[in-house]
Each structure stands twice: as C-alpha cells, then as structure tokens.
C-alpha cells in the first residue's frame, strides 16, 4: 500500500512579502511549501513562508527537516532568519541548493545569515546545521535515519532563471512531486522539463505572470498557469499546482486568473497558504 504524502502551502508569492489586505485570501508570503512523507518533512525554499511552518513542526515535535532551495534570490530565502527549528538544540536542519556565483552555497548563506544583515549567525543557533552544495543532474537519498525505509530520493535539474536555479523531484513510495518555479521556458527548457516531470502526481508551478503580461518580461525568468497547464499535459502530471504569483496580483485579478484556467483543465489548482493537497 503506497503511503499518503501531504503536501502544504506556506508562501506563494514572488519578489516581496505583501501584507495587505487585498492580499489575504491567497496570501502575502514568499516561496514556501512543505511535503510530508511518513515521517520525514521535505521543505522547498525558505521564503517568508518558513516561519509559519517552523512553528508548526516545532508544535509537533519534529526534530529534522530538509529544506531544497532553487536558488539564492532574497525571496527564497528570507524566511530563514527566525526559523524556529535553528533555536532547538535537538533539533537538525539540512539545507541543500545550488553554489550560485562567487564562493559556494555555504559562504552565500553564512554571509546572508550574519553581520552585517542579521544579528545571528549560523554558529550562534544551537541546532546542529549542515549545509549541502548540489548541481544540475544530482541524484540523492533522505533518510534522516529514521526506521522506517521510506526513504525519499531527490532528483535535480538546471533551470531557466536568472542568475541560476534548480528544480527538484521527490520521490518514494511510488509518489513523486515536482518543484520548477522561476521558469521560463522555450522549446529546449519545455522538453527538458517534460521529461523531468514525466508520469510525476503534482508539479508546483511558478506562474509568476499573466499570459497576456508574460511578452512583457521576456528574459526575466518566469511563465505562466497556461505555460504550467501545457507542461503537466504533455508530461502527463496528475496534479499542476499553480504559484509564486506576481507581488502585483491582488485576490481579485487571481479569482479571475483561476476561473479561466478551471475551464481550461481541471487538474489545475490555484495555491492558497493553508492549502493542503494529499496525493
């Protein structure tokens, strides 16, 4: 019998945090989503959103997590200055991305995280951190140790962004999830990824722009739900899961964004922080 992953949203934003009131129903915070699978807690970036989450595995005793970053933009990040997990002696946070330019993922992080832009530091937090560069192609095992064989395998690949990113795929259980936000995709990058996502239950999609706006911001690395909507059919993904929306794109213009995908294809879904899928 395959076990239930539990996928939850926490940030579906790009860009910037917007706290606003014509904002809430989908909601303000940045990139963010967390995949339960058995008892290992898979997180896919670390924007404004991992707040929320930290204090909810801390509520439920969880003691490790696994955070997979795209890639090293602000609004992937920021949510890792109060992650209440750091706080925990006992507790134990892998973090996984790509080097991005210049000194390598760990140096990026502990600058971020540290004088001059933040109070603490990595060596100031109590729980045990362990920072792990990956690449384009990169093929890995969560184990987290734990006893119960369900191990999740995470597979990578180069996105279209700029400055760099990667997408992921999680696997196990005879489940798998894909994760490509900050995508912006041309015949060469589509076949890539429709292979990557190929017979996948749910691929998380950034549909940062609008169709009839995505012409204007050619080159700056986003697609759209129609984008998202072509990929899961040619892939023959399960589930596309639509997010990572304009900072711009208040609840009303989405309603209407997710009233005209909903007549293009029922498999796609409009994320909501809060939102809970099981597949």
């Known amino acids: ?3 239930t992953w539990r996928v939850k949203v926490w940030g579906v934003r790009g860009a910037i945090p917007v706290p606003d009131a014509d904002f809430l129903e989908y909601g303000g915070n940045t990139s963010c989503i967390s995949l339960e699978c058995g008892s290992r807690v898979v997180i896919f970036d670390a924007g404004s959103g991992l707040t929320g989450l ?3 595995l801390r509520r439920a005793g969880k003691k490790r997590a696994d955070i997979l970053l795209g890639h090293l933009h602000a609004d992937h990040l920021c949510g890792l200055f109060g992650f209440p997990l750091f706080f925990d002696p006992e ?3 892998h973090l996984y991305g790509p080097a991005g330019h210049g000194p390598g993922l760990e140096a990026h992080l502990r600058t971020l995280v540290g004088t001059p832009y933040w109070p603490l530091g990595f060596t100031d937090f109590p729980a045990r951190i362990h920072v792990h560069e990956t690449e384009e192609g990169a093929v890995f095992s969560l184990s987290g140790g734990e006893a119960d064989g369900n191990d999740v395998t995470i597979r990578t ?3 279209s962004h700029p400055g760099g990113c990667l997408y992921y795929r999680a696997e196990g259980s005879g489940r798998s999830v ?3 936000l900050d995508c912006e995709t041309d015949e060469e990058m589509f076949g890539k990824l429709q292979t990557f996502a190929r017979d996948g239950d749910l691929i998380i999609w950034d549909a940062n722009f609008s169709e009839e706006e995505l012409p204007k911001k050619k080159g700056w690395g986003h697609s759209s739900w129609k984008q998202g909507i072509a990929l899961g059919r040619a892939a023959g993904v399960k589930k596309v899961l639509m997010t990572h929306y304009s900072w711009e794109y208040q609840d009303s213009f989405l309603h209407k964004q997710e009233e005209l ?3 293009e294809d029922q498999a796609c879904s409009f994320a909501r922080e809060g939102m809970v899928i099981e597949i």
């Open 261 to 263: 995908a909903a007549r």
């Open 91 to 93: 507790a134990e946070v």
């Open 157 to 159: 690949l180069e996105g």
């Open 178 to 180: 894909i994760y490509a």
């Open 1 to 3: 019998m395959k076990e």
């Open 54 to 56: 930290g204090n909810e």
